[in-house]
């Protein structure tokens, strides 16, 4: 978990941030380095660096947006998550966004205790 950055989620949370997250398994692996040919492996994602899992190919859109901003902070995976291209013009990831942004909170909090 990111020092100060989030607090731990309540099994209910957790719960609905695993069941979110069977939008995202078709193209993410959560196993360290099980990266799929859409995409990389979301270990450890929260707080980890953007476009920096070595061997997979980012689209130059998710570079950009790692030149930008470096670290996948909380705050910054919430706004991608929901809407991916705005953050990220012309990113490849087919996803188009999660609108509920207590959705996106559980999501990202179930996320970010299974790297504890």
Avoid at 44 to 59: C, L, M, Q
Avoid at 79 to 93: K, N, Q
């Amino acid at each position: 978990m990111v020092a100060g950055a989030i607090v731990a989620p309540a099994p209910a949370a957790q719960s609905r941030g695993e069941r979110l997250y069977r939008q995202c398994f078709a193209c993410h692996a959560l196993e360290p380095g099980r990266d799929t040919p859409a995409g990389p492996s979301l270990h450890a994602i929260v707080g980890g660096p953007i476009a920096a899992r070595p061997g997979f190919n980012y689209s130059p859109a998710l570079r950009r947006l790692a030149a930008r901003h470096r670290i996948w902070t909380p705050a910054l995976l919430d706004r991608f998550i929901a809407d991916p291209e705005v953050l990220a013009p012309g990113t490849e990831m087919g996803f188009t966004g999660m609108s509920d942004p207590g959705a996106r909170r559980a999501l990202i909090l179930w996320l970010d205790a299974r790297d504890d």
